[in-house]
């Protein structure tokens, strides 16, 4: 920036990760200071839904159970382009590396109900091609990349569950199906037609056979895959298609095992038949083309069996994104395009792991970085500043429409005038508190005794006002809250742009609920003989469970634990029924209402359901609750006298955590057949000077993730300042 | 008096939604939206790709008119001065990669306004040449356009760089995947944002699978960004880019 320029003032509403992303890269030294950031958060920590404190004993406590896909590409860079930056200007930091602060996860269960009870799937995942962040070619990933590599994936399949079908009696008729060699295309068709004449692929050998020649087709002959129902391709499909269905209908239970790997092979036929039929590849609208289908609706369309659309694979994916419209368990609904790309990406394009977890919490891993760097960079924060209301020019004016004034409430003020110091040491990383620091407020203790919820929605107390004006404060505004909120503070916007209301109407959120128990014996004692896995498609209310306990050495537990330490540490997380539709009734009692029925959904569950994970966390078909871990009243060994003569029943949850997200800026950002097409874009020129930023946005992904909201944040950075280029944002342009 | 600054008002990106299907280019802002809108030329080639070998040639053709019409469309409303309009001011269908583009308006350049739309283009027009060879005998070439597949040797070629230089250097390298590794030269590194004469050509050799890139940077070289192309010897076609900055 030459020296003669003014600065351009930028006002970034909100901490959470899009708004972040967005503040990151206007302040990139490339810029050479053109923009001056600010950021304006209401409470004392930034993070949004990633948000994440240190409680008692340095417990991390978290928003829920965060996870990182390894097609985070956009997310992970920005992760180790900052801590590379961090490093530079703080290299006494414990996580020097990005590589440090997170680990492969490479271990994913399912759940899966039988008549003998609950039973586990669990799949390793070899590690993918590279590590996330990794620079690409800058090729966008492609429909037939994705189509052949699922054909391959068939024929894998379909090989193992050969294999594990095969008697030994019938090896060599396994054995002696023809190894597809190399041919051209004719000598392909040909193949497939003489295959097709013997009818029902009755046997093994034939579906092994059919899968491969279902390959050559994909890697010689992919226009004509494409070419539709009827062709000699596409009825081989169909073939393949049937005979899955079948050999699902014949398995018994006792083939479980056979029986999930051909629910897969089951699936993917359907996505290849649908794919087909509804022209995916050349469709111009790509996936998004069928995002008015449910998923399972869709799939189901194109043939998959009733078997694999109720099996534990594929509730675990709708349990990934908190699917279930209104809360409710009895009504998954997934947008089938979003579904798809995001199983697409997920599958096929991770590199590393399939999943990757934060060797902290959320906040010391992502938010503390980004907020030292950010502030190194010349960011302002300022915290305690929840957004009243964003006001618009005159709608009479010629102009098109802009922002005129932003309120604020100021939660509180800093004593002395200062700057708010948000952060905490832990064992020498910067970390948030779960609590603000009240000894930095002014008239901080007496809020500390009556106590503040400076994040949620009714705790709308204020110690002041504060308006800005555009061209005085704020030239640019990246609203960066969640869509939840935008009725509360963006009501201008909405009532002067048809778009605007509805996208507010659509964009449908989820209240969703979580707790972390820290256990005084390892998953092992409790009798889990798996790998730490995250394993979905358990039980409801609690569908989804993590392992966590390499988190234990980052905690700061009393020493009079020492003799009984805490050996685990488990999230789990759901949705929440939906009682308050959008948290537009919100109040303190409602809260502490839901708060309580999470509580109790715990309990329940832990009675109830967790014997199925830890056999041995269950004694007398109760939850031994003993085995919980406290900071402030450690109890007895579990089995000990005292344990035995002073056993502590349900009311040792107490000393756990849980939370229920049902705040409008808490809840979680569904992706619902229909509602897509609504999103508005952080592109979007509606405003002159305000964009967006969050994964409620168009973000190309769609879905209620990291990625999206780091692709929001990289939109709406170009949005303002024409970088970085849409070619850099990886997985934009994609089908 | 309105009591903005000069600044708020945002500039129009380079596009405004995700483009979906990587054969289709974004479209340019003027484009017209209505019924009467030319064809989507994606819905000529889902037709073509669909149909017998000539329609997918004609079709092709057809296709690769259209881009080169938009990629020239954009270059003269964008590049007023001729003087300063590169390589795609080039007329001749096919001449895209006939001459050495200009440093000011070389199309790949992530400064360029045109970068991402013609990126784009280049890309569907492997897309093309990929969907037009599965045609032949012989079928698809052994490159997949996913740079992630994990199963499929589809990675870009590993990069090993040799810098010679007095000066703290960045390169940044971007080849292609699917690559021969064999046969790859560097065209001289013109400087991006000056009359600073070029870094003499690259040294690319091949080595175990790796492609060994030598830069060597004399100590007079001024300061700033430097931009080449890699090519293939054999037919000059762009195999890739080299880029370096000195501080």
Known sequence: ?????????????????AALTAAFELT???????????????????????????????????HGLHLWLGFYENAFRLMRECYAERNQHFPNARFATWREAFSPAPDVGVADRTQNGWEFWMAHFPPGNGEPGDATTGDPL??????????????????SA???ETKPSNDAKAEAAPASSAMGPEALLSSISALLRYGQLATTAAIIEASQLLRQAADLLLPQVFSGIGSPIAQLLESLSVASRRRLETLVEEDREVR??????????????????????????????????????????????????????????YDLVFAFEDGDVNRPRLAAGVALRGAMRMFFTYRGSLFWRMNAGMGDVVFAPLYQVLKHRGVRFEFFHRLRNVGLSSAESNEPPYVETLDFDLQAHIAGGREYEPLVDVHNLPSWPSK????????????????????????????????????????????GVSIGALPDVAGELIDRAPRWQQMVHHGKTVPTQAFQLWMRESTAELGWNFPPPNLSGFVEPFDTWAEMSHLIPEESWPKELRKH?????????????DTAKDGSAVTEQFHRRQKDIVRANAIQFLNSGAGALWPKAVQEGKFRWAILASADKPVAKPGSKRARSNRPGPEQFESQYWSANVNPTDRYVQSLPGSLVHRLSPLDMTFDNLTIAGDWTATGLDSGCIESAVISGLLAAHAISGKPGICEIVGYNHP | MSPRSPHNKRPKPDQTGPVRNPIAPP?????????????????AVGTAVCGALENGVSTAYALIDEYMRRGQDAARTIFNDPTRRGNMSDERPGGFNSAPPSSTANPFNSANPLAAMTEQWMYAMRVWSQALTSFAPGGWPPAVMNPFAPQQGTTPPKVSVKISSSRPVEVTTNLYPGLDLLGLTSEPLRAEASKAAPIPAAEISRESGVVQVSIRVADKQPAGRYHGYIRKKADGQVAGELTVVIS
């Not at chain 2, 479209?27 to 819905?43: I, M």
């Open chain 1, 260 to 317: 999930r790997v051909w629910q897969v092979i089951d699936i993917i036929l359907a996505i290849l038949r649908g794919s087909i039929r509804g022209g995916l590849a050349l469709d111009p609208r790509g996936f998004d083309a069928i995002n008015d289908y449910d998923w399972r609706e869709w799939l189901r369309m194109n043939g998959a069996s009733e078997q694999s659309l109720a099996s534990g694979f594929m509730r675990g994916i």
């Open chain 1, 1 to 17: 920036m030459a020296a003669s320029e003014k600065p351009i003032r930028i006002a970034v509403i909100g901490g959470g990760c």
């Open chain 1, 436 to 479: 603000p620091h009240y000894s930095q407020l002014v008239n901080g203790s007496a809020m500390a005794r009556t106590g503040r919820a400076f994040e949620s929605a009714w705790d709308t107390r204020r110690a002041g006002v504060k308006k800005l004006k555009v061209g005085h404060d704020f030239d640019f505004v990246v609203l």
């Open chain 1, 142 to 159: 492609t429909v037939d990349a994705y189509l052949r590599q699922a054909v391959t994936l068939v024929v894998e399949l379909v090989r």
């Open chain 2, 27 to 43: 479209l340019p802002p003027s484009a017209p939206k209505d019924s009467a809108a030319p064809r989507n030329p994606v819905e």
């Open chain 1, 162 to 164: 050969g294999a594990m």
């Open chain 1, 28 to 62: 990139r030294p490339e810029h050479n200071r053109r923009y001056q950031v600010t950021v304006y958060q209401m409470g004392w920590r930034l993070g949004g839904k990633g948000a994440s404190g240190r409680g008692v004993a340095g417990r991390i406590e978290e």
């Open chain 1, 565 to 577: 330490p805490v050996r685990s540490i488990a999230y789990f997380c759901s949705v929440l029924p």
